[in-house]
């Protein structure tokens, strides 16, 4: 098993290029999270910078479809958020603020899809600023270190900072170069067989990679990968 000290070294190195997101990515899977979803807030505006689901039950599209379309204005994290002091991490159990949360947004983001709880560390930098939300294991299982988490914010600051936006969602980085095609084909309005074609592929093989690049994203439909990857 790679160590964690390994892992982090190949984040710090990838830092500002296109292989950071596959490192962070084994970073956090390292925590035994159950998935790792990445948000930028701008003024009344979030983006979904990261998503990624390390079970077979996908929660993606509850997670960031609905927290974008208008809920992330209930988030009672947020207007920690807007007031951190730049440059600084600050790690929030979800214990510490349940009972500011509103009822419905807990039982969408919490009670419905069956998610026991969640670390979020808030991360403000010169020009972004980011929850990451770290969402629980399985029952019983250990919560992960909170150094090792806020690490994992900083890390990721550091490198959307530096970044130049790239040509396509920011949430698409973590797949493969091929799934990344495959969902891109979608969101350009196209079928599996025109996909197919332009890229030399067989229908079959789009649907294998479309399938494959929704479970990483923790999303099962077209409709959540478009969520998921426009601006709220």
Not at 5 to 21: P, T, V
Not at 101 to 110: K, L, N, Q, S
Not at 126 to 154: H, Q, T, W
Not at 176 to 197: D, F, P, Y
């Amino acid at each position: 098993m790679t160590s964690v000290y390994r892992l982090i070294e190949d984040c710090a190195a990838a830092s500002g290029s296109d292989g950071f997101a596959a490192c962070i990515v084994d970073l956090a899977g390292w925590t035994g999270v159950r998935q790792l979803m990445v948000f930028e807030m701008t003024g009344d505006a979030v983006t979904c910078l990261l998503s990624r689901n390390y079970e077979r039950v996908r929660t993606g599209e509850v997670l960031a479809g609905r927290y974008m379309d208008g809920w992330f204005r209930m988030d009672p994290l947020l207007p920690e958020l807007m007031r951190l002091p730049l440059g600084q991490t600050h790690v929030r159990r979800m214990d510490d603020i349940v009972a500011k949360m509103p009822p419905d947004y807990f039982d969408i983001f919490f009670s419905e899809p069956g998610l026991s709880g969640k670390t979020t560390v808030l991360a403000a930098g010169s020009s972004r600023r980011m929850m990451v939300n770290f969402y629980d294991g399985e029952a019983g299982a250990p919560k992960p270190d909170e150094a090792l988490l806020s690490l994992i914010a900083r890390l990721l600051l550091n490198h959307h900072e530096s970044h130049p936006p790239a040509g396509y969602p920011a949430c698409l980085a973590a797949l493969s170069e091929r799934e990344r095609q495959i969902c891109l084909g979608v969101l350009g309005g196209k079928k599996a067989e025109m996909i197919a074609g332009e890229l030399g592929l067989s229908p079959a093989t789009i649907v294998t990679y479309r399938r494959r690049a929704y479970g990483k994203l923790g999303i099962s439909s077209r409709g959540d990968l478009f969520a998921l990857c426009r601006k709220g």
